[in-house]
Nanobody, 115 residues
């Protein structure tokens, strides 16, 4: 059974920084393309960033140049470095397979960007 556990969220000021982590278990992590997604209050969940098993990255236009996705296959973990966050980045953040989520969503980690 695949388990995804997101962590690292919290309250951050606009212009600050935050790093999210997602630890995976029960899956051959290194052979899967991984993505970060987010869901803001009252909105649908959307894709944010993705990274291939070889480390090639891709970003939604809304976060390009501010967020960085990375992975550590030895630790079965994917990260999302959030620099210069904006209030509109406030959401619950999730990781899952990309481009097609297939394992079931974890509990997510709440990120609130506010001064």
């Amino acid at each position: 059974q695949v388990q995804l556990v997101e962590s690292g969220g919290g309250l951050v000021q606009p212009g600050g920084s935050l790093r999210l982590s997602c630890a995976a278990s029960g899956v051959i992590f290194s052979s899967n393309e991984m993505g970060w997604y987010r869901q803001a209050p009252g909105k649908q969940r959307v894709w944010v960033a993705a990274i291939t098993d070889g480390g090639i990255t891709n970003y939604a236009d809304s976060v390009k140049g501010r967020f960085t996705i990375s992975r550590d296959n030895a630790k079965n973990t994917v990260y999302l470095q959030m620099n210069n966050p904006k209030p509109e980045d406030t959401a619950v953040y999730y990781c899952e397979a990309y481009p097609m989520p297939k394992w079931g969503w974890g509990q997510g980690t709440q990120v609130t960007v506010s001064s």
